[in-house]
C-alpha cells in the first residue's frame, strides 16, 4: 500500500514493517527515507486529510491515528469499530468514516 504526497517525489509506504508508516522520496531512481510515523500495530488503511497536512492511519486496534506530516508530530488517535478494514475523510476533512463488521462515523476535532 502506498499513496503519493505533496508531489509525485514524495510517498508514503507501509510495505517495510506492518506497524510503521514511512514517508520516502524517491529522486533520480534514488530511494530515501525522510520520517517514520509508528502506530503501535498492524496498519489496516491510510490517507491523507484533504489539507495535505495530516496523515491518518487505521489500525487493527481500531484506532485512527492522526499526525502533522511535516512535523512527525503525533496529535491523538479516535476509537471506531475494532475490525475496521477501510478509512476514509470526507472533502471538509472534519468527518472520518471506516468499514468493516459495521460502519462508523466520527469526527474530528480542531484545535
Request: proline content about 3%; some cysteine; charged content about 20%.
Amino acid at each position: 500500500m502506498a499513496v503519493f504526497w505533496s508531489d509525485s517525489e514524495l510517498l508514503f509506504s507501509c510495505l517495510d514493517k506492518p506497524d510503521v508508516l514511512v514517508l520516502k522520496r524517491i529522486q533520480d531512481q534514488k530511494v530515501e527515507t525522510l520520517r517514520s510515523f509508528y502506530i503501535q500495530s498492524s496498519i489496516y488503511d491510510f490517507t491523507l486529510h484533504p489539507s495535505q497536512l495530516y496523515l491518518l492511519c487505521l489500525n487493527e486496534l481500531g484506532r485512527v491515528y492522526l499526525y502533522h506530516i511535516e512535523m512527525a508530530q503525533f496529535r491523538g488517535y479516535i476509537e471506531v469499530q475494532k475490525g475496521a478494514m477501510q478509512l476514509d475523510v470526507d472533502m471538509s476533512g472534519m468527518f472520518v468514516a471506516v468499514s468493516g463488521p459495521r460502519r462508523a462515523v466520527g469526527s474530528i476535532s480542531r484545535e
